[in-house]
């Protein structure tokens, strides 16, 4: 692929674009579905795309390309530069990183064990068994093992390769058609990956969740799961983002410096931490992935950069580039002092949610938001979990953040198609919660 990217390169220089960043990624992906407590399908998947991004007199573009031979990639070149020399020049556009860079190896980002797995189906196995034994009666989900190369050339002499491996797995646990429970499992190597924990999880929160009644509507505090919270800050890490921010689609617009959230919250971006699904080497301008505090103390310290917004921001890029828009890799939420049974004794009257999806946000720039809780929810009375259903999370996203009380100890890696962008997070607390009753 780098000789596709080198071509792209010369062609580019003749027809005149000044920067110009080609990515270019090949994948192997495997899926195992189930459905009834019994493997469905299996597919397979290899892939190749290259991701171009141009610049011409401060008029930007990018486009995709599936094919790569001089021919395709010369009449996508030309058809680019007609399309953005008819654009304005974006005056507060400055530029990319400047090359070459250094890398280093980052511990538990390559298996290959996955790469080389002739049977998966073991691994869903596992977790439908853990499931059943936990008293589910039907169960379903899907497995994914992915191998994934980058290889990224820039003009500003930028050459990086960066490979990795990931296997996951999500799995739903059914009784009823009300009482069901949901776990997942990610992991970058296959001795951290942990099929059983996922379907015993749900396993057990389909059983606690049988014969649920209408929850009521009204200011609760709620203890989120991590796949509950992992989807709130999924959306947090959008809006993190500086394009987020100058479109008008985040709740941190002229907040620099200002405190957002609770004292005890810190919550950063990780682009190279190990055993993380959305780590890599560099970022989609070659920069050197790091760590970025994005809230510290519940003060916002910075949002996320590539090159030419640092620039406009008068900062050093975050290296979370995304050429157009800058985009978290593994969002971090500092864990606290607090067991799983600690933060349950400290709710007289409230709520667990264990899973959301459908958030929509009403509000962007103030932060309302609404989700609805899926899978099994509960009523808190005393330490004992009664099952409750049809309730909707009604709130402001820096009213949730200012609102943490507590955190556990113990932190979950949460990635699952609700959840694009890895978390990181433990058990949460939050105080005074809008819930809402969920209409039909």
């Not at 980002?109 to 049977?119: A, H, K, P, S, Y």
């Not at 189906?121 to 589910?136: F, Q, T």
């Not at 800050?233 to 500086?242: E, G, Q």
């Amino acid at each position: 692929m780098f000789e596709v990217n080198e071509l792209i390169l010369k062609k580019a220089e003749e027809l005149g674009f000044g920067d110009v960043v080609v990515l270019s990624h090949e994948e192997s992906r495997r899926q195992v579905r189930f459905a009834n407590n019994e493997i469905t399908v299996a597919k397979n998947w290899h892939s190749r795309k290259v991701e171009l991004f141009v610049e011409y007199g401060k008029r930007i573009g990018s486009t995709t390309l599936m094919t790569f031979d001089g021919e395709t990639i010369e009449r996508s070149l030309k058809a680019l530069l007609a399309s953005v020399k008819s654009l304005s020049p974006k005056e507060d556009y400055y530029g990319i990183a400047e090359g070459p860079f250094k890398y280093r190896d980052i511990p538990e980002t390559f298996d290959r064990g996955i790469v080389e797995l002739d049977e998966p189906n073991e691994y869903v196995e596992r977790a439908i068994n853990a499931a059943l034994e936990e008293g589910a009666k039907r169960v379903a989900g899907v497995l994914y093992t992915d191998h994934n190369r980058l290889y990224l050339s820039t003009s500003n002499g930028v050459e990086a390769y960066d490979e990795g491996t990931g296997v996951e797995i999500s799995v739903r646990a059914f009784i009823g058609d009300e009482e069901s429970g949901h776990g997942t499992s990610s992991s970058r190597v296959l001795d951290r990956f942990n099929p059983e924990s996922a379907g015993r999880k749900a396993g057990e929160i389909a059983k606690l969740a049988v014969n649920p009644v209408q929850g009521k509507a009204g200011t609760y505090d709620v203890i989120f799961d991590p796949l509950a919270f992992a989807n709130l800050m999924s959306y947090m890490s959008f809006m993190a983002s500086a394009f987020a921010v100058e479109a008008g689609f985040s709740f941190m617009v002229g907040k620099l410096g200002q405190r957002i959230a609770g004292e005890g919250v810190t919550i950063r971006d990780v682009g190279n931490m190990p055993n993380a699904y959305g780590t890599r080497k560099f970022d989609d301008e070659g920069v050197p992935t790091r760590e970025t505090t994005i809230i510290e103390k519940g003060e916002l310290k910075t949002y996320l950069l590539n090159t030419s917004m640092a620039r406009k921001y008068k900062r050093e890029t975050t290296a979370n580039a995304g050429l157009i828009m800058p985009r978290a890799w593994n969002i971090y939420v500092t864990p606290g002092d607090h067991s799983k049974e600690e933060l349950f004794e400290e709710v007289r009257h409230g709520i667990y949610i264990t899973n959301v999806w459908y958030t929509r946000f009403q509000n962007y720039v103030k932060g309302d938001f609404s989700t609805i809780p899926r899978d099994g929810a509960f009523l808190i009375e005393k330490g004992e979990l009664k099952p409750i259903r049809n309730i909707r999370v009604s709130d402001n996203m820096q009213h949730i953040l200012e609102g943490i009380a507590a955190l556990g100890r113990e932190l979950h890696q949460v990635h699952w198609w609700e959840v694009s962008t890895p978390v990181f997070t433990p058990y949460v607390l939050v105080k005074d919660v809008g819930i809402t009753r969920a209409t039909k």
